[in-house]
């Protein structure tokens, strides 16, 4: 076998998490211009404002057209080779945006300076600590009056749960911003407001109370500083690089994307911490990037995005080896051997065809319907697969009518496959069967999505009626009768498609009340 070692271990792929309006958009552009992908900028965001009414899903696809789709941007950096996941936010916010993060080997965490931990944070940031993944954490913002920035590091470890050690810190913000104060190199780098920090003018290096930085940045924010740092160096957490790789500490760098501050220290010191391609699990134990052969799973499938032609993408990220055009491999699932042609990278508006790719990449592969989720692909004489991939909680739910029941047959055909591509989950009650469905999403496009697909793709119109439910909880105890349970009058018990018992509950007081009532029950919010 040729060695890719130079090639793997000179990747990072990673997502950017953060809750919409926090700078995730303007973070990525300010990464791809260092990378010098710089007529890139405006596509990123061009995605973004091309807002949509959500009526119309296809339409927003061909006017979106690939981007929507865009999984992964690559550019290089500094000798490296970098991946960033999209992560969808805001209204297109769905399951995709946590499988995504189940393709990265770390992620960015960006937070708004003024609003501290938001709700779609935590979220993703869960799913993270799921999988124990480096969390790099950018405060964003700082160009604005921020919260008190010891009480947003305390925020993060308490409402996160996560120790964090700040890599630099802020000296004043909004219109008192002054810079940046780097703890390693004791550099001050100097935040000029009036052209708009674009260009570096000053950068320092001094011990704290050297009378130079007085001049600098100003004695009373001298002084400033000198407190904060004593009580920064005398109260938080030691910095631990295995902490930092196992999750369980999180860098913490101060900036602002918009004025392409404390950005690209940012980007040098991440890559420099992160990881390259991890070893994954799988059947046949843990496989290594660079000593194994081509390998990959199926992460996101993209359906219809031609209803012409059913077209469906599915992106996979590759675990080990090296693709090359046209190569055969064993798609493990499916029991065949098949041929991976015409893969496809996608950059923002533009997908081309790729000749190869590494362990770390993720490629965009034509999938005539033979993938699902989670599918393993690898070479031709070996037989594994790799973890599933979780179903994750869904967070809205809506009773499905069926407008004519004449088309009974089209419409369970359209929600079962819909839910196989992972779009939506689909529930049935005790005791009524296929006669009363529930779907679950984890936003609410999605229910957008399916009612037009249903209704243009398989002719089968629905009425959706919304349900209270916001909590889903699988449960794990094999020798509990659902039926049996104690629960609160507001909490419903539903199986999934295969079969397994869950509840759907309104509020968390319920699902405690479950767990009080049923000494022993464990509940789950991640399917099999
Ligand atoms: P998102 O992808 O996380 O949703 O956020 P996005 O980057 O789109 O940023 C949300 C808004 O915050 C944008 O303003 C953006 O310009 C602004 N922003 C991002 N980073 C900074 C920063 O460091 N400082 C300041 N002051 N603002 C920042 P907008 O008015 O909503 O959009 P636009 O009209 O500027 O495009």
Redesign the pocket.
Known sequence: MEDYTNEINRRKTFAII???????????EKLLLFGGAINLAGSV?AK??NRHAVSDWMEIEKKRGISVTSSAMQFDYDGYCINILDTP??EDFSEDTYRTLMAADSAVM?IDAAKGVEKQTEKLFKVCVMRNIPIFTFI?????ESKDIFELMDEIETVLGIQTYAMNWPIGSGKNFRGIYDRNTKHITRFYAANNGQKLVASVEADLGDPCLDELIGQQNHEILIDEIALLDGASSEFDMEQILNGKLTPVFF?????NFGVETFLKQFLAMSPTPLPRESSEGKIIPTENEFSAFVFKIQANMNKAHRDRIAFMRICSGKYTAGMEVNHVQGNKIIRLSHSQQLMAQERHIIEEAYAGDIIGVFDPGIFSIGDTLCSKDRNFVYEGIPTFAPEHFAKVRQVDTMKRKQFLKGVTQIAQEGAIQIFQSYNTGMEEIIVGVVGTLQFDVLKFRLESEYGAEIRLEPLPYEHIRWIENEDIDIQDLSVSSDTKKIKDLKGNPLLIFVNSWSIQTALDRNKGLRLSEFGK
């Open positions: 953060s809750h919409p309006d926090a700078g995730k958009t303007t973070l990525t965001k973004k404002t936010g805001h960006v964003n913002k700082l160009d604005r900036g602002s994307a918009l004025t």
